[in-house]
């Protein structure tokens, strides 16, 4: 009589690949890359995000973007940008990418303007006119910082929107320049009264950092002044 074989169950495991710290493109305050300063990264947490800080440079070197040190690695091959300055430094005060890293900030309630001066070691009244001189800049982004650090959060969501559309049509798209523009953009409608269009911008930061408390929180307050409580629960 012929005997059939009994198949041990089959188990099929999968390795998931390691998370992939993130790479970073540094350029100082004045625009220019730099090799004399090196980035250390946190372990990731629950979203996958670094916290990030200066763990080699020469003089006395402030991480000011991302603007709330921390990064997640991007969906491409690209490192992710950083900007550090040299305490103080007047030229770095003078180049407007600096200065919108340094204003989203103050704009985003992480410190306010007299913690950043102490921080980045520039004059209050020099760090206010710097903000103050966003306006001009043809960056859409930075016009977009400055126009709301002036109290204009309708013509700032305008520019804003157009910063945020950039960044998630890039071929890499940096988490932590999405989510800034996200959280920038989602306030400045909040503060113009559109909290409908407020409540997907602050989706766009959240789909970045889903655990993110500030990004929740803003959403939340859109809906909830869009007459959409129930949205609000379930989101």
């Not at 080699?56 to 990064?71: E, H, I, M, T, Y």
């Amino acid at each position: 009589m012929t005997r059939l074989a009994v198949l041990a169950p089959l188990t099929v495991q999968f390795v998931l690949p390691a998370t992939r710290p993130p790479q970073f493109q540094i350029t100082d305050g004045r625009g220019k890359e730099t090799s004399a300063v090196t980035i250390e990264a946190s372990q990731p947490d629950a979203d996958g995000w670094y916290s990030l800080r200066v763990a080699r440079a020469k003089g006395d070197a402030v991480l000011v973007w991302p603007f709330d040190g921390s990064a997640k690695p991007p969906d491409g091959p690209e490192p992710v940008p950083v900007i550090v300055i040299q305490k103080g430094d007047p030229k770095a005060l003078a180049n407007q990418r600096t200065v919108a890293a340094v204003a989203t900030g103050v704009l985003l309630g992480r410190e306010t303007v007299e913690d950043c001066a102490r921080r980045t070691g520039w004059a209050t009244d020099a760090l206010v006119r710097a903000f103050a001189g966003l306006v001009a800049s043809s960056d859409p982004f930075e016009k977009g910082v400055g126009l709301l650090y002036a109290a204009k959060p309708a013509e700032a969501a305008e520019e804003l929107a157009v910063a945020l559309r950039q960044r998630q049509r890039q071929l890499t798209r940096m988490p932590s320049e999405i989510y800034a523009a996200g959280m920038l953009n989602g306030w400045a409608l909040f503060k113009a009264g559109k909290f409908d269009a407020a409540g997907v911008a602050f989706l766009a930061a959240l789909k970045q950092r889903p655990s993110d408390e500030a990004a929740l929180k803003g959403r939340t307050e859109a809906l909830v002044k869009a007459g959409k409580p129930e949205a609000a629960v379930g989101q």
